[in-house]
T-cell receptor, first 112, second 116 residues
Framework: DAKTTQPPSMDCAEGRAANLPCNHSTISGNEYVYWYRQIHSQGPQYIIHGLKNNETNEMASLIITEDRKSSTLILPHATLRDTAVYYC?????????????FGTGTRLQVFP | KAGVTQTPRYLIKTRGQQVTLSCSPISGHRSVSWYQQTPGQGLQFLFEYFSETQRNKGNFPGRFSGRQFSNSRSEMNVSTLELGDSALYLC???????????????FGPGTRLTVT
């Protein structure tokens, strides 16, 4: 599984967009980029995933560069409840097995 | 639909004892994965069960084992507990356990195990 690199921490003002970067320069063609977040003392929560194209759902947008070596998770209007550790994961999956390899993540602090 | 449930939520054990943790997946989900989270090592994959069979395993000693029942509920067991086993143990369930079939992992709240 490819390794990911994320900044250890970021701050964001409430109401502004939070842009969380992730480098995955060794990603291969069949590996997806996944984002999860973990709010203190809770289990990780799925946010979004993508392979090549940019993706958007009700929580966030995922922008993947054309060479797929990096991506950015965008929370368009951050709220205090978005304060959490965000994990960028590159995930290999086959029909027989599937697992998540978590890195150290980015601790996002949203302030008033 | 109820989420993933884990019992107990908190547990205190003594070194040398053994412990069993339980996970009930989301109804209809057949894959259950277990993870260990510690401040030093972060979130680490333990193993995955699908249709009562372990089909993937992380790099943990044999003291860590698990099983899955026909109703997809899963248990993990840690024998001869060590101080370093103190951690948050997380269970995640998914429909098929395969991204290729469009399956996502949903996590439970975890069991916090303290070994003294």
């Amino acid at each position: 599984d490819a390794k990911t690199t994320q900044p250890p921490s970021m701050d964001c003002a409430e109401g502004r967009a939070a842009n969380l970067p992730c480098n995955h320069s060794t990603i291969s063609g069949n590996e997806y980029v996944y984002w999860y977040r973990q709010i203190h003392s809770q289990g990780p929560q799925y946010i979004i995933h993508g392979l090549k194209n940019n993706e958007t759902n009700e929580m966030a947008s995922l922008i993947i560069t054309e060479d797929r070596k990096s991506s950015t998770l965008i929370l368009p209007h951050a709220t205090l409840r978005d304060t959490a550790v965000y994990y960028c994961i590159v995930r290999v999956s086959t029909v027989n097995t599937d697992k998540l390899i978590f890195g150290t993540g980015t601790r996002l602090q949203v302030f008033p | 639909k109820a989420g993933v449930t884990q019992t107990p939520r908190y547990l205190i054990k003594t070194r040398g004892q053994q412990v069993t943790l339980s996970c009930s997946p989301i109804s209809g989900h057949r894959s259950v994965s277990w993870y260990q989270q510690t401040p030093g090592q972060g979130l680490q994959f333990l193993f995955e069960y699908f249709s009562e069979t372990q089909r993937n395993k992380g790099n943990f000693p044999g003291r860590f084992s698990g099983r899955q029942f026909s109703n997809s509920r899963s248990e993990m067991n840690v024998s001869t507990l060590e101080l370093g086993d103190s951690a948050l143990y997380l269970c995640a369930s998914s429909l098929t356990g395969s991204l290729l079939l469009g399956s996502e992992q949903y996590f439970g709240p975890g069991t916090r195990l303290t070994v003294t």
